[in-house]
């Protein structure tokens, strides 16, 4: 089973779908085979840590699906300086849908604020060098997203929130942020 690279119009489209995360490897073929009998056309796998960058790309070649690389805030202590320029490397080379899953994470107090922001912010650098989409993690850190947000320039988005029935704030709306499930 396969994802068509140009799926049609009107199907459904997962913005951000862990297709490779451990968790789904024992049913993954099943997970991707009852999307694809439900109506979705295409999905996007996004990274979340460097050492996931094959796992999505592994993902790409066995199903079609879009992919992301990027490092999320939440697996910040195992994010190297390094890492930047393997992503840049990556984006360059792998021609993927997007820059994600990047963005903050104020929710979880063992997430150092300060180096989650320098990531985010040499990420969206990298994303605006690429010309590509962002796939956004954003818990508690609305604001701050979007300050670096505005002050990249940067737009679209994606914007990942957890709290189900919780609406996008305005100013998130009017950034060109859009929830996941608005997809
Ligand atoms: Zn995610």
């Given at each position: 089973?396969?994802?068509?690279?140009?799926?049609?119009?009107?199907?459904?489209?997962?913005?951000?779908?862990?297709?490779?995360?451990?968790?789904?490897?024992?049913?993954?073929?099943?997970?991707?085979?009852?999307?694809?009998?439900?109506?979705?056309?295409?999905?996007?796998?996004?990274?979340?840590?460097?050492?996931?960058?094959?796992?999505?790309?592994?993902?790409?070649?066995?199903?079609?699906?879009?992919?992301a690389f990027g490092l999320?805030?939440?697996?910040?202590?195992?994010?190297?300086?390094?890492?930047l320029a393997q992503l840049d490397e990556y984006l360059a080379r792998h021609a993927p849908a997007a820059v994600g899953?990047i963005?903050?994470?104020?929710?979880?107090?063992?997430?150092?604020?300060?180096?989650?922001?320098?990531l985010l912010v040499e990420q969206l650098k990298l994303a605006r060098k690429h010309g590509l989409p962002v796939?956004?993690?954003?818990?508690?850190?609305?604001?701050?997203?979007?300050?670096h947000l505005?002050r990249m320039r940067h737009r679209?988005?994606?914007?990942?929130?957890?709290?189900?029935?919780?609406?996008?704030?305005?100013?998130?709306?009017?950034?060109?942020?859009?929830?996941?499930?608005?997809?």
């Amino acid at each position: 089973m396969r994802f068509d690279p140009l799926p049609a119009e009107d199907c459904l489209i997962d913005s951000h779908c862990h297709l490779d995360a451990p968790e789904l490897a024992p049913d993954v073929d099943g997970v991707a085979a009852r999307a694809r009998a439900a109506g979705v056309g295409q999905l996007l796998v996004p990274a979340v840590t460097a050492g996931t960058f094959d796992d999505v790309l592994a993902m790409r070649e066995r199903y079609g699906c879009w992919i992301a690389f990027g490092l999320h805030p939440i697996y910040l202590d195992r994010h190297l300086d390094e890492h930047l320029a393997q992503l840049d490397e990556y984006l360059a080379r792998h021609a993927p849908a997007a820059v994600g899953e990047i963005g903050l994470d104020f929710y979880l107090p063992e997430l150092d604020p300060a180096r989650q922001e320098a990531l985010l912010v040499e990420q969206l650098k990298l994303a605006r060098k690429h010309g590509l989409p962002v796939v956004l993690h954003v818990r508690r850190s609305a604001d701050r997203v979007l300050k670096h947000l505005h002050r990249m320039r940067h737009r679209p988005c994606l914007q990942r929130q957890r709290a189900a029935g919780a609406s996008l704030h305005p100013p998130g709306l009017q950034a060109g942020l859009r929830r996941r499930d608005d997809l």
